[in-house]
C-alpha cells in the first residue's frame, strides 16, 4: 500500500488547509487510515483516525471541535480539514493505514506511512 499526501502548506493563525491522502496499491489491506504529526524537537503524536467501512472517527483531544477527518472510499481518499488553526498545529503531518479494524492512537500499530507533508501555521 503507497500513501500519496499533499495539502500543506503556510498559513496565518485562525486559517484553514485541507489535507488529502490517497492509498494505492492493495487496497484490501487497511481497514483504517490516519494522521499523525511531529512538531520539531518533540514527539510525533495521533491527530485522527477513520475507519473505511462504517466512517467511525476518533480525534486526538488537542483537535477536537477544530479538525474532522472524513474518507471518499471511490477515491481511497482520506481527508483531514483543519480549522482555526494556531501555531502549535505547525508540523510535518504523516498519513497513515493500518491493516486492523480497531482505530488506534499508537503510531507502532499502524502498518503503512506516507511521505509526510509540511503545515506551517504563523502567528
Known amino acids: 500500500v503507497q500513501l500519496q499526501a499533499s495539502g500543506g502548506g503556510l498559513v496565518q493563525a485562525g486559517g484553514s488547509l485541507r489535507l488529502s491522502c490517497t492509498a494505492s496499491?492493495?487496497?484490501?489491506?487497511?481497514?483504517?487510515m490516519g494522521w499523525f504529526r511531529q512538531a520539531p524537537g518533540k514527539e510525533r503524536e495521533f491527530v485522527g483516525a477513520?475507519?473505511?467501512?462504517?466512517?467511525?472517527?476518533r480525534n486526538a483531544d488537542s483537535v477536537k471541535g477544530r479538525f474532522t477527518i472524513s474518507r471518499d472510499n471511490a477515491k481511497n481518499t482520506v481527508y483531514l480539514q483543519m480549522n482555526s488553526l494556531k501555531p502549535e498545529d505547525t508540523a510535518v503531518y504523516y498519513c497513515?493505514?493500518?491493516?486492523?479494524?480497531?482505530?488506534?492512537?499508537?503510531?507502532?500499530?499502524?502498518?503503512?506511512w506516507g511521505q509526510g507533508t509540511l503545515v506551517t501555521v504563523s502567528s
Open positions: 497513515v493505514a493500518r491493516s486492523s479494524v480497531v482505530v488506534s492512537a499508537r503510531d507502532n500499530e499502524y502498518d503503512y
Open positions: 477513520i475507519r473505511w467501512n462504517d466512517g467511525l472517527t
Open positions: 496499491g492493495r487496497t484490501s489491506s487497511w481497514y483504517v
